[in-house]
């Protein structure tokens, strides 16, 4: 048995318990949020163009009726994590005062409709064989120290790609908005970062998006996206565009600048493996 506590012992021992939960469960949030992408919710409630009823929203999901509370669970879940809003509306039909459901600028992100949207990343980050590698994160430090991708599904991420296309498609698609986004912000807001270069090479570039972004926005540049060989070997450049094949633990082309997008926590490791020339800059 525990021993007896204060309120103030109790309180802590409380929110502990609650701190533990909060984590424990928090997959179920990216999990809902995925699910809500795939039925379409945010492109629905886009179109509706005004605060829609649990309803409106189940009829234009074609599900049955009985389906019902289960979106209005799903919902729940999402109002509570600020992914949608609550209006209050009049209905008509009903002759009464009904909850209606409006997009947030978390959840326009991930309308279709929305040029910067950002749905792909979010389905590649949840897609089972990104999630059923987090089971094996603690093999890094057991065995053989295998990646978890590696202990998962028995070969790295990139040659997974390479044997199944669908998932590589999704991959490059979730990169590249991801890119797309962030690029708005840096060709803004660090131009002078690009000034008096003449040449970039995209190390990791994927299907070009970053590349393209810079290419506009600086027409004299002469672009390299450097990306592995079932990358880029069917991408087609252009003038400032090339794409080039290769393996950026091997070599690195040359250029005026070198571009890469990391993770912080990868970064550190992929200086410590690889020397960093001068114009490197990481994203």
């Not at 509370?69 to 008509?92: N, Q, T």
């Not at 005062?97 to 389905?123: A, I, Q």
Request: glycine share 6%; proline share 5%.
């Amino acid at each position: 048995m525990m021993e007896v506590m204060n309120g103030e012992e109790a309180k802590e021992l409380l929110e502990a318990q609650a701190h533990i939960w909060k984590y424990t469960f928090n997959y179920i949030t990216s999990m809902s949020l995925r699910c809500a992408v795939q039925l379409g919710i945010p492109d629905i409630i886009y179109n509706h163009a005004k605060p829609t009823t649990l309803s409106e929203l189940v009829k234009a999901l074609s599900i049955p009726k009985i389906r019902s509370p289960y979106v209005y669970r799903l919902m729940c879940i999402l109002v509570h994590s600020g992914f949608f809003a609550i209006e209050k509306i009049h209905d008509h039909l009903e002759e009464e005062e009904v909850e209606g459901y409006m997009l947030t600028p978390s959840s326009r992100l991930l309308s279709k409709n929305n040029v910067t949207n950002l749905s792909p990343f979010l389905l590649i980050e949840t897609d089972p064989v990104v999630v059923t590698s987090c089971h094996f994160m603690s093999t890094i430090f057991q065995g053989t120290g295998s990646l978890p991708v590696e202990a998962a599904h028995g070969m790295n991420i990139w040659d997974y790609c390479l044997k199944h296309p669908e998932f590589n498609k999704s991959f490059n698609d979730g990169m590249a908005c991801d890119a797309q986004f962030l690029m708005t912000f840096v060709i803004q807001n660090c131009k002078t970062m690009f000034e008096g270069s003449k040449s970039l090479v995209d190390v990791g570039g994927g299907t070009g998006t970053a590349a393209k972004a810079i290419s506009e926005a600086f027409p004299n540049m002469k672009c390299m996206v450097y990306d592995l060989p079932h990358v880029v070997s069917n991408l087609k450049g252009s003038e400032n565009i090339e794409f080039v094949a290769g393996d950026m633990f091997e070599s690195i082309p040359s250029a005026d600048m070198i571009m890469l997008k990391v993770r912080k926590p990868f970064c550190s490791f992929f200086r410590s493996i690889v020397p960093i020339p001068l114009g490197f800059f990481s994203l």
